[in-house]
């Protein structure tokens, strides 16, 4: 059995927006005996957008209907009609996640993207997306070592750590390209942000808004961002500006980052420092790349060049952001996609009620809840009483809840999904529908969106994000 579905990536980003359209090849790689196991086995590009400026209507509100035509025309191009879509990922980065307007250009997007597109801007999420469609995922499974990967955009630097093909490590700094905007034809400043202002003034450089462009002193700005980035690294002690940059948590360190990859806009500017226009796109991203050439990132750790720089986001959006579930699951309805489902986490089996009934007040509001999906480690090849346990525990640590759901989704990493949730429809006496879903690891504080099911009902695809907005 094989299949072929179509995925979109849509990243709107503090300086551009980019769309791309990814073929994905999914396989049953068990054999004929064997329980399925369905696969991702291809993944392709099959078209890019040219880039495009992000539209805004003003410093601090995107225009909605200017993104929107963007996309449409984008899918006339590729030849591709909305309804083809199967999965993939809109995202609205940096910057712009902060701008007021940004979740309803989500919904302005929405019908757009086929059933099952999942909308989202934490950093986090960003930078791990970044790293896969940038290859140092890859690159750190290859040769078993760990790659950070800096994506450097126009209003943030999003760093993702992997070590042999595993994330490790999220952080995100206000570090970018377009965080001061220049006036080509008076050589006037029209932006700066708040944070740059900052850091300047401690420069004891005084910029602001229809002042002068002073070449100078914006290499000693873009020389302190790089400075900043070698903190990260932990080439230098974290100073105060660093601290005051994040807009994440910092990263846990501890290790020793063996090779660093640079994607975004201002990495082409870090590989390539020829360019002689300095302020060629009217803001300092090709200063902050010739600055972080020359810093000591590149000479005290191992540089490589990833195989996407500027398109690393919106690659990853469109062909990484997906994971499929085991082929052992149980849905008693098709009530996909599900959007949104906030993830309790529970790590032990002792206990396991009270555990389920004190998180599950992390989501009552006036004595209502939300919908949640429930996560558990599970058990390899559990017994039949082991399987009917956590199905007891489950549903009494639910309680009076239950009710108030409109499903019980369960997440599981074991392969049992199957076999507990026919035991868990039962013992509801099949009157509340049951989605269980295994292969799958998740955590609290993710949401997960779950898409219609592919390869004839076996497996569903799967994102998992962190807060759908942060600010």
Known sequence: MREEIFSTGIDIGTSTTQVVFSRIVIENIASVASVPRI????????????????PLLSLTQIDGEGVRQIVEEEFKKAGLKTEAISTGAVIITGETARKENASRVVNVLGDLAGDFVVATAGPDLEA??????????????????????????????????FK?????????????GRLIKLDLTTEKFLYISPKIQRLAKGLGIKIEAGLKVKERELAMITKAMANILEEAVGIKAKSEDYTKLLTTKDLKGGYPIDIITFSGGVADYIYNSKETETYKYGDIGILLGKAIKASELTTRIQTVKPVETLNATVVGAGAHSMELSGSTITFTQNVFPLKNIPIIKVNQREKLSEIIQEKMKWFCVENRIQQVAIALKGKQ???????????DWLITGIGDLLEELQQLIVVIENDMAKVLGHTLYRQLEYKKAVICIDGINVDNGDYIDIGKP?????????????LVFNS
Request: glycine share 12%; charged share 20%.
């Open 381 to 391: 090849n559990p017994s039949f009483l082991e399987v009917q346990q956590m199905g």
């Open 164 to 176: 042999n093909g595993e994330i490790i490590d999220t952080s995100c700094l206000d570090i970018g």
């Open 39 to 54: 696969s991702i086995i291809d993944k392709e590009i099959i078209y890019r957008s040219p880039i495009y400026f992000t």
């Open 128 to 161: 791990i997306i970044a790293g896969k469609g940038a290859g140092a995922e890859k690159l750190s499974r290859q040769k078993g070592c760990t790659v950070m990967n800096m994506d450097i955009g126009g209003g943030t630097t999003n760093i993702a750590v």
């Open 454 to 466: 592919l390869a004839n009902g076996r497996v569903v695809p799967v994102v998992i994000k962190t």
